[in-house]
């Protein structure tokens, strides 16, 4: 490809500009190198390639006519904004908050599936603990499992498990209630015996959880420390409601917003823009939006005006909001 880039520069005397169609997340390699071997880079939206490969009354599919198509979409377009270079304080932001985002998945599921499997084997320890999955509870969980180690361990055992685990200091009044509880739910346990294979799945999804817990903490780490150095993050964050978390989100989704023109732009590439229907004397009066965008900021930007609705504390929102709905 760089060879025949070459060959074209030297027949016409200028620098080709390569325009592509994005797929997935394979356009990003290529497009990283053409920029930084000094090429400009266009990328065509999926819908807009699509539509210019349907102008032809033939159906044909190859990649030699779907490079013809761009390119003559290319030739018809009056102006294309060029691909920009992306900062690379953004794009470190946009892969942690999507590994964050997928780690959280998985933290869910597994919390799920540890639920499951605690109403099999210890139904009654849900209500020891408001948070089922605080390093506390966990670990004390991890210790019922055992019939002998329950026998075995008495009221200083269990206080020890809590003080170690805890890491605000507690009260002792708080600990004795809590190891209270725990006695009360050994008693109040209905499952006699435990079979082999339901309690080593158990110990497993533990470990998952406190691994994931420990991913989770060290991307929130990461992300605060990269949000300090963004100033549309900072910028985001003056926005009342928004916080940290989705501030980095939409700045990390929006990416260089320079290569927007206009606002409009912006609320299309979230997929926020209405849809539009009418023919003949018909015009739509309920139009849904087109979700033609990157479903990931049209979510942050969505939570970020729930925050700011709750509590009333975006005002101009809510006055906005107030009105939309009258």
Partial sequence: MFQTLMELEVKTNRKPVVILEPTGHYHRVLVNYLQSVGYETILVNPL??????????????????????????YYQEESWLVHPSPKESLMDLQFITRQHEFITSLYLQAKLNTRTLVDQVFPSYEGVFKDLFSKTSLNLLEMCLSPKGIEERDHNTWAAVVRESTKAARSEDWMNRKIEHLNVAIKDNPVMHVPYGLEMALRSMLTVIRDLQNQLAELEKIILELSETIAEVQLLESIPGVGTKLATSIAAEIGDASQFRHPKQLVAYAGLDPSVFSSGKFVATQNRITKRGSKRLRRAVYLAVTCGLRGDLNLRIREYYDKKKK
Wanted: avoid cysteine; charge should be positive.
């Fill in 48 to 73: 807009q390639a699509q539509r210019a490969r349907r102008t032809n009354l033939r159906k044909v599919k190859t990649d030699a006519s779907d490079a013809w198509h761009l390119g003559d979409l």
